[in-house]
């Protein structure tokens, strides 16, 4: 497969991103292009999504369990294995806002061989880290350290010459690649981990470091030739869409609100439908759910970038909130329908929120998914510990479907009040004009 480096369209250059004219006024509002002339995927781009899976079942075919791992097999309390597993997902996403600067002045190749180095070097650092705490810990930390640096140079790269038109086909594509890896990694590795945990590692070491070999041979983009150390990225590149500046709710703000929510289903879910359905269901609703995610993702994502922004809101908190309502009114029927609206939900919410904060940035695209990443993290540790609390709370009054009501009420009022800011933002503007 050649990795010969294309455009994705002819004058993807100076005029990338920019709207057709006479048409300023329809680009602002979020419409897509439709696939009439869409080019093919580049060899690189390819080479990045195959790449995507594999690293991905890599990661997760050892890092879902690591908690067994530093308890059962190595001692730690579980305080001490909750505070490091605390610790690695705050690297892994914090590390984000570091990643866009440190990719900005080595190149974004560069970036993703150094991050596949560090993984590298961790997955293997656990095959002796089976009879040390110490290595296992210091393991983690380096892999962590690894994908906080890899995943936005991936995005980065991925969408490195590509037009306003291409980057949600590419976006979702490569969200459905990591979503099969993940979907993919814990099942795979279900025979090894336990019995033969040496062998797992060593595998998953060889696999990062083929696939690392690979990206060797990844062409050199105009984000890895910075001219004066800086910054990495081409002016078009960096330069937000022509014309007057979006308004509307921070795509920052709005993906750690987006996130937060999206999280009581993840971490709370087992707690609720374990007892009342079966272990043996919880993982098959966990399987399609990734499945549903794979293959909607991509057929929706011209859908998704065609919205404007308030209405990407709307439909997308308000599948979340008809989710989690489905799920409180319990039954098997109101699991599966839950979660395939939340997964409506997380397709609408997430890749509107990265397309619109590529959209209003003059910053380059892998500072951009740092920040992505860091605003992920911030959602994710809100909604681990309002969720506990509140569904403490529920479980102590007796309905632990009251969970899920007051989560589906967040839900609803979410939108509401990130639009009233925007009006409310508005609003001095217009009464300043109406007077004189």
Same mark, same amino acid.
Do not use: I, N
């Given at each position: 497969m050649s990795l010969r480096r294309t455009d994705g369209a002819p004058g993807a250059g100076a005029d990338r991103g920019r709207p057709a004219p006479g048409r300023r006024g329809r680009a602002r509002r979020g419409?897509?292009?439709r696939r009439a002339g869409r080019p093919p995927l580049t060899g690189p781009q390819r080479f990045l999504l195959g790449g995507s899976f594999l690293i991905t079942l890599g990661s997760f075919a050892v890092l879902p369990y690591m908690s067994v791992?530093?308890?059962q097999r190595l001692g730690l309390g579980l305080g001490t294995v909750g505070f490091v597993l605390a610790v690695a997902s705050l690297i892994q996403f914090a590390g984000g806002v570091v990643a866009g600067p440190v990719a900005g002045r080595i190149g974004l190749r560069r970036?993703?061989?150094l991050a596949l180095g560090l993984r590298t070097a961790g997955f293997a650092a656990l095959v002796p880290g089976l009879t040390s705490p110490v290595l296992a810990v210091g393991a983690l930390l380096l892999v962590s350290a690894g994908a906080a640096l890899y995943l936005p140079a991936n995005k980065?790269?991925?969408?490195? #010459? &590509?037009?306003?038109?291409q980057r949600p086909r590419l976006l979702s594509a490569s969200g459905s690649a990591f979503n099969a890896g993940m979907?993919?990694?814990?099942?795979?590795?279900?025979p090894l981990v336990m019995g033969s945990p040496g062998v797992l590692f060593s595998g998953v070491t060889v696999l990062f470091a083929l696939v690392g070999a690979g990206h060797a041979l990844l062409p050199a983009g105009a984000a890895d030739r910075p001219a004066d150390g800086s910054s990495a990225a081409p002016a078009a590149d960096?330069?937000?869409?022509? #014309? &007057?500046?979006?308004?509307?709710?921070?795509?920052?703000?709005?993906?750690v609100l987006s996130v937060y929510a999206f999280m009581f289903f993840q971490h709370y879910l087992a707690l609720y439908a374990v007892p009342r359905t079966s272990a043996a269901f919880y993982g098959a609703v966990l399987t399609g759910y990734a499945a549903l995610l794979v293959v909607a993702q991509p057929l929706l994502a011209e859908r998704v970038a065609a919205l404007g922004y308030p209405a990407a809101?709307?439909?997308?908190f308000g599948a979340m909130a008809a989710g989690m309502a489905a799920i409180g009114a319990g039954g098997h029927a109101g699991i599966v329908v839950g979660g395939a609206l939340l997964c409506l939900g997380e397709i609408v919410l997430f890749l509107k929120n990265d397309l619109e904060a590529l959209a209003r940035s003059s910053a380059a695209p892998a500072s951009v998914f740092g920040r992505q990443r860091l605003a992920a993290g911030i959602g994710a540790f809100a909604s681990?510990?309002?969720?506990?609390?509140?569904?403490?709370?529920a479980e102590s009054a007796g309905s632990a479907r009251g969970f899920w009501a007051a989560v589906c009420l967040q839900c609803l009022l979410l939108p509401v009040f990130l639009l009233r800011r925007r009006r409310t933002a508005r609003d001095p503007e217009g009464s300043r004009a109406g007077v004189g």
């Open positions: 419409t897509a292009p791992l530093l308890h970036a993703m061989l980065a790269y991925l969408v490195e #010459g &590509a037009s306003q038109a979907a993919l990694g814990p099942p795979a590795a279900a960096r330069a937000p869409e022509s #014309g &007057a500046p979006r308004s509307g709710p921070s795509p920052f703000v709005v993906t809101l709307r439909w997308g681990g510990v309002v969720g506990g609390q509140l569904y403490g709370a």
